[in-house]
């Protein structure tokens, strides 16, 4: 796995102080982006939570997540969650070390007693003390949260810092652009009011020291609740490794109710991913699982068509300068700004998802802006089907003939791609063993770039309808394409 070292540094540790008025936690960030720009240690809000103790069991099931690998799980995971200000709310995420598992808590204006809410994304020091003085609020006691440093941390920036060497592998940064696309394609499935949350949630199978457990697979809407059933019937949601819902028990004696999100399924289906968000007053706590517990989202290719065309890079850059931190972004409202169709504006936020600039709120059926510290390029570079696509370009593998593509591949195995009703499918294992479930095999993005004219280093691909052969007849390149 692809890794590299990011220093992360803060003006001093986050805490959780006393004082004559009640408790002030002080949530330091690092640095991050705001509207003026790239700024040391951003400032977002400061005043009172309305719901202390929900808040900090909020943030904790955040932090858990960011602490956990539910695979593998003597492997290490410790990454600091990302903030966000949308100028009407604060939004905590985190991913878990195996990439399956991606965490959201909202605080919501209903949830914040105080100055504005400003605007930017950063990191936030969540470090062990901190924890343990956050698991110990009270109900009653009050809580002044600040985001970003206070007058007097701004005046003293040259005392000591705090720096941590936080790993971020690759798949971690490509499972935020999967988790918003496969995010995107859900509808509610389920409402349940407190009580039966409560109990559906408490009834789940736990992990052992072995690793996952063997639970059901399947729930589906039974009366006020859920039940377990081991078919994908329609109405299911898939809940494969339902251990992995764990961190929703920190807020769970909170809820007022749950929600379950999931795309269409029909029997036979393979399993999905699948959206659980717990609704509190003035906050909401979300997880998105990804379809099976050794399953990260890195690997889905739900991003690939829209990192394989200039056209949408084209339009993603476009887009990007009209996007202005929304919580929610109107597709309609961007279409009329930008002139272009709703399709290619939804394509452009997929793509500038990939660099992290955009994600999917299930509960509002809308994507919210955000700026993490990555670029499209370094996505697109580390994608193995994405430069395995363009080097059969480059190679002149790539003959189209009708709905018919042929790729011949390195090793003289010539695969079949065909189109069926805009589905491509291809002769390849990879086809075989997941039909489509986990995006475009190679050859098949291979042929639809070549009939979208896109073009690699050092040639452009073409086609004869009579011969069905490439031939090389320029030297355009991929937007951002590997070199």
């Not at 072995?210 to 039940?227: E, H, M, N």
């Not at 898939?238 to 269409?264: K, M, N, S």
């Amino acid at each position: 796995m692809t890794r590299s070292m990011q220093a992360v540094a803060y003006s001093r540790p986050s805490t959780l102080e006393s004082a004559p008025d009640g408790g002030r936690l002080g949530l330091e960030t690092s640095r991050g982006a705001t509207p003026s720009g790239i700024q040391d240690h951003p400032r977002f809000f400061a005043g009172f939570l309305t719901s202390p103790q929900i808040a900090s069991a909020g943030l904790l099931a955040v932090a858990d997540v960011a602490a956990t690998r539910y695979y593998q799980r003597q492997l290490a995971a410790s990454l600091d969650p990302v903030v966000t200000g949308n100028g009407d709310r604060l939004r905590f995420e985190s991913f878990s070390g195996c990439g399956g598992v991606y965490a959201r808590f909202d605080v919501l204006a209903a949830g914040l007693d105080g100055d504005r809410i400003g605007h930017g994304t950063t990191n936030v020091d969540v470090n062990n003390p901190l924890r343990e003085a956050l698991s110990r609020i009270g109900a009653d006691d009050p809580l002044h949260l600040r985001v970003g440093p206070d007058e007097m941390a701004v005046t003293t920036l040259d005392g000591p810092v705090v720096e941590k060497k936080v790993p971020l592998p690759d798949r971690w940064l490509r499972g935020f652009a999967e988790a918003q696309v496969v995010a995107a394609g859900f509808d509610l499935r389920a409402e349940l009011p407190a009580g039966d949350a409560v109990r559906f949630l408490r009834s789940l199978p736990r992990s052992s020291a072995r690793g996952a457990s063997r639970g059901a697979s399947w729930v589906v809407p039974a009366g006020r609740g859920l039940r377990p059933t081991t078919r994908p019937v329609p109405g299911a949601v898939a809940l494969p490794g339902p251990e992995r819902l764990v961190a929703l028990l920190r807020v769970l004696r909170h809820a007022t109710a749950l929600r379950v999100y999931g795309p269409p399924v029909t029997g036979g289906a393979d399993s999905t991913a699948a959206a659980w968000e717990v609704v509190l007053p003035g906050m909401r706590l979300t997880l998105t699982l990804s379809p099976d517990a050794s399953r990260g989202f890195s690997g889905e290719g739900g991003v690939l068509d829209a990192l394989a065309t200039d056209e949408a890079a084209e339009d993603a850059e476009l887009i990007s300068v009209l996007l202005a931190w929304e919580p929610r972004i109107d597709l309609a409202d961007l279409a009329a700004s930008s002139g272009l169709p709703v399709e290619r504006v939804r394509a452009a936020l997929v793509r500038l998802g990939t660099s992290g600039r955009v994600g999917y709120d299930t509960a509002e059926a809308a994507y919210f802006h955000r700026e993490l510290p990555y670029d499209a390029g370094r996505v697109e570079r580390h994608n193995p089907r994405l430069r395995s696509a363009r080097a059969l370009l480059d190679a002149g593998a790539v003959a189209l003939d009708g709905d018919l593509g042929t790729v011949t591949a390195d090793d003289g195995h010539v695969h079949r791609v065909r189109d069926d009703a805009g589905t491509l499918t291809c002769t390849c294992q990879w086809w075989a063993k997941y039909r489509g479930g986990r995006g475009p095999c190679k050859h098949a993005l291979a042929v639809r770039m070549a009939r979208r004219g896109t073009a690699t280093s050092p040639a452009a691909v073409t086609a004869t309808a009579d011969t069905g052969s490439a031939r090389s007849v320029d030297g355009t390149e991929f937007a951002g394409g590997a070199r």
